[in-house]
């Protein structure tokens, strides 16, 4: 059997996306099964999850922008803050980073 590679959060949006677009097309769920299982080489199952999820959304999901990993040096104090703030908040630590950083360029472009 073909080994895979297993698809990122981004491609698995892509690919929900182009299923959404492919029922809009007026194609049957079956077709739609089919047509996506070639496009991404994928199998019928795999297929099947992506339109079964295309149909539950009403507008295009936006495709995340790829993550990389940003290593800088801080405070010893400042990371056990970071996580109980996060913790507190019911995010994860690059979530709130990322949103915080967003934020300071936003206020200082």
Do not use: C, W
Request: aromatic residues 2%; hydrophobic residues 40%.
């Amino acid at each position: 059997m073909k080994q895979r590679n297993r698809a990122t959060s981004s491609e698995i949006t892509e690919r929900v996306n182009v299923a959404a677009v492919l029922l809009g097309q007026e194609n049957s769920v079956r077709d739609a099964v089919h047509k996506m299982a070639h496009i991404y080489d994928v199998s019928l199952l795999q297929a099947k999850r992506y339109v079964e999820a295309a149909q539950q959304i009403s507008v295009p999901v936006p495709v995340p922008e790829p993550k990389v990993v940003l290593t800088v040096k801080v405070p010893e104090s400042l990371p056990g803050r970071l996580r109980k703030m996060a913790k507190s908040k019911g995010q994860n630590l690059s979530n709130l980073v990322t949103h915080a950083l967003e934020e300071f360029l936003k206020q200082n472009g």
